[in-house]
């Protein structure tokens, strides 16, 4: 199954880069589709496995219903200041980003 | 229809913090790691939350399937922290259910595709501040930003999904509000729509039927639908919904369909507006989130949550009319919301007033039952309607306990102001509960204060 089917276009890392947030150049994204190209090849050599009895899962503790009880925790809240000790930008207690244009 | 519920648990969905961000008097007071999205956090979630998800799929009659799990839907957005929202894709809380609303005369079945369980996102405001930073060096250039407040972060918020039963906004109105009315029932939420914490989604498409007998019966629906996002009224929806299905005429009668896409309602101007279709297709990537185990119930469970469903509206208006010989428009004001169906039932208790006397008073508003107890309107509806005449003994107790705590009328009835012992005579008609006779309580007064 490892084989050139495998190969990604410009296009779909292009669109990859834009679902991750991320801004490539055009020689970034050759780059890209060449190395992601071969780490999914490298990957799929798990296709191979035979997993026709094998039950399908999406977790590998075993754990079920883990619940926290409704009760706050103050111990673990942050003071305001403390919230936005990382923050590139504040203003008056709020994080503060680029304009976001919702509406017109 | 899409509806969405911020649950009034005490604490957020995934972490301990406190779930109160309308009540919060200043913006990132209510944040942890996991609600801020700080990497190694983990989130755990609130049993409470899981529950009432739980009863309120089963209020709305749906299955709750015995495995569910939650997924991480992905996208980039300021007010999500983690580049991910904590919610469920294919397996939520609880599925296939119904609601029965009356439009007009005739029962309707609104089908409920799904319930299920997510996190509120920070809440986003626009502003313009000073830029200091801008090139031009002037004093008072401003930018526009966007300023995020994560109070609201991670609060449990419950999604509603319908089929597309609905075939009017009369009928979306309908249907909201006897939604809205279950939801107080439970008590898991406010559910209050100025504060955000009840919100609406109405998805709007349009067709020409042939036949009116069988609007109901449609195959097939249209290639496309329209959303309106984020409404905040029953009435707003409802205007959102006509306005846009005269819009989609419009355009269905020049032979092409309406664009597909999320638009905004300007409630001031009473249009909806379009929201730049967010990215081509959106692509949110859902995955079971690795973090939170998966949820598994016992048959047992299940009958045990639903042994904690309160009587719901339906029951309790035709219980109503047959326990306390109600007619049907008073069963069903009386149970409109749960606080006044509970006041009724404990004031009828006593059984001193037949129920209709006592519906009536609660329903003509003739006392204010926010201020006054079940028994303090019993005591008043007999004052009022059973007017024994009262022993001059009585009637001669309650002028002189007047007299004595209103000293100034008193002696300014002496002193010759006449209109005083009209004040003296209402002390005297209220401590008497309206039983005492005006005219022999004026004559004993004026003997008295001679
Ligand atoms: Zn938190």
């Known amino acids: 199954m490892a084989d050139k089917n495998t190969k990604l276009t410009p296009e779909e ?44 899962t999406a977790q590998v503790t075993g754990q079920e219903n883990v619940f926290r009880e409704d009760i706050v925790d103050n111990e673990r809240m942050l003071t305001q200041e403390e919230a936005l000790s990382n923050a590139k930008d504040k203003h ?5 980003v680029k304009a976001i244009f919702e509406e017109e | 229809m899409e509806i969405h519920v911020e649950l009034k648990t005490v604490s957020k969905m995934f972490c301990g913090c406190k779930n109160d961000p309308f009540g919060a008097d200043k913006p990132n007071i209510y944040t942890c790691p996991v609600c801020l999205g700080l990497p190694g956090a983990l989130p755990v979630p609130n049993r409470k939350a899981v529950e009432w998800a739980v009863l309120l799929g089963l209020a709305l009659n749906c299955e709750i399937p015995l495995f569910s799990k939650f997924d991480r839907k ?73 300023l995020i407040d994560f109070n609201r972060s991670g609060v449990p918020l419950v999604e509603i999904v319908t089929e597309a039963d609905i075939r009017s906004s009369e009928e979306a109105r309908i249907f909201l509000k006897k939604l809205h009315q279950i939801i107080r029932y439970l008590e898991i939420s406010d559910a209050d ?15 020409k039927i042939q036949s009116r007998l069988n609007r109901d019966k449609i195959q097939k629906l249209p290639p496309y639908k329209v959303e309106v996002k ?43 507006f379009s929201q730049r279709s967010k990215e081509e297709a959106q ?5 079971p989130e690795p973090d939170i185990p998966p949820i598994r119930w016992s048959k047992s469970q299940i009958s045990n949550f639903k042994a904690l469903i309160p009587e719901l509206p339906d029951t309790r208006i035709a219980r109503f009319i047959k326990e306390y010989g109600l007619s049907e428009y008073d069963a069903t004001v009386l149970t409109e919301d749960k606080k006044t169906a509970d006041y009724f039932e404990k004031a009828v208790k006593s059984k001193t007033i037949p129920a209709k006397t006592v519906a009536n008073w609660i329903i003509n508003k003739k006392a204010d039952i926010s201020k006054l107890s079940p028994e303090g309107l019993v005591n008043l509806i007999q004052a009022k309607t059973q007017k024994l005449p009262m022993s ?47 005219t022999t309580t004026r004559k004993i007064l004026e003997n008295k204060l001679k």
């Open chain 2, 392 to 438: 001059e003994k009585d009637l001669e107790e309650v002028i002189n306990k007047v007299l004595a705590v209103n000293s100034k009328a008193v002696v300014d009835y002496k002193a010759g102001k006449e209109s005083a012992i009209m004040f003296l005579l209402g002390q005297v008609m209220r401590q008497s509960h309206g039983r005492a006779d005006a």
């Open chain 1, 13 to 56: 890392i292009y669109k990859l880069a834009k679902l991750a947030n991320l801004s490539l150049n055009e020689e970034q994204i050759k780059k890209l589709a060449d190395s992601v190209s071969s780490i999914l090849s490298y990957v799929s050599q798990l296709q191979s496995l035979n997993t026709a009895n094998i039950e399908e």
């Open chain 2, 283 to 287: 692509d949110y990537r859902y995955f």
């Open chain 2, 74 to 146: 992905n996208y980039f957005y300021p007010d999500l922290p983690k580049g991910y929202q904590i919610s469920q894709y294919d397996q939520p809380f609880a599925v296939r259910g119904f609601l029965d609303i009356t439009v007009g005369n005739e029962k309707k079945r609104i089908g409920i595709t799904r319930v299920h369980l997510e996190e509120d996102t920070g809440k986003l405001m626009h502003a313009t501040v000073d830029d200091p930073t801008s090139p031009s060096g002037l004093r008072g250039a401003s930018k526009k930003v966007s």
């Open chain 2, 230 to 272: 984020n409404i905040n009224s029953f009435s707003f929806a409802k205007k959102a919904i006509d306005f846009e299905t005269d819009r989609h005429i419009a355009i269905l009668e020049t032979g092409k369909y309406p664009q597909q896409e999320t638009r905004g309602w300007d409630e001031k101007k009473g249009v909806t």
């Open chain 2, 193 to 207: 729509m100025e504060k955000g914490s009840m919100r609406l989604e109405p998805n709007i498409s349009v067709q």
């Open chain 1, 92 to 96: 008056n207690g709020y994080f503060m």
